[in-house]
Structures are given as C-alpha cells and as structure tokens.
C-alpha cells in the first residue's frame, strides 16, 4: 500500500461526520454516472466526485470510490475485473432482473 492510498486524518474525520442524506446524494451521484454498458471505474468515480463538488467539495475521491464498491457488493452495480481502491475495473448498472 502506498502513502497516497493511505487515508489522512481529515479525510476520516470528514467522512465520520457525513450524514446520512450526504451518502445517499454520493451513492445516487455514483448510480447516475453508471449506464448500461462497461465504463472504467475511475471515470464514474471522478464524475461522481466533480458532480458533488458544489455540495460536497471536501469528500475524497476514495470516500466515492468505496461508496462504489458497497453499491457492487449489494449488486446495485456490476463489476468486471478485480474490485480494488485502485479502480482498475469496470462497471455497469445491475441488470434489473439480477437482484431478484
């Protein structure tokens, strides 16, 4: 794990305080950036991320990027390649007959 991976008190702090209508508005940011077919994971996380900087402007890259591996992990967000901080997979909206 390298130092830019590691995340600075701040951050954690910020991320500690965020309320709970302030990770819906993440996760519906990061839901709006995903289509139907494959995109790199980086891209809908820095969209995601640029979207919210008027509301959010302090949340870390890495906060979105860990909302997005929750959304795969529940199945609202497909994923192909390995799920990792580093982004280097990609992603699409669930098919709407999976999570059934």
């Known amino acids: ?3 830019q991976e590691q995340p ?3 951050d954690l702090e910020l991320v500690v305080s965020l309320s709970g209508d302030d990770v819906a ?3 519906a940011a990061l839901l709006q ?5 494959w995109l790199p994971a980086l891209g809908v996380v820095t969209s995601a991320h640029h979207s919210l ?3 959010l402007p302090s949340v870390p890259l890495a906060f979105f990027s860990y ?3 929750k959304l795969v992990a529940s199945g609202e967000v497909q994923a192909k390649g ?7 997979y990609q992603v699409k909206a669930a098919d709407p007959g999976a999570a059934a």
């Open 82 to 88: 390995i799920v990792a901080r580093e982004l280097a």
């Open 53 to 55: 900087l008027p509301t």
């Open 67 to 69: 909302r997005l591996r």
């Open 8 to 10: 600075r008190e701040s």
């Open 33 to 37: 950036h995903v289509t139907g077919s």
């Open 25 to 27: 508005a993440i996760n």
């Open 1 to 3: 794990m390298t130092d």
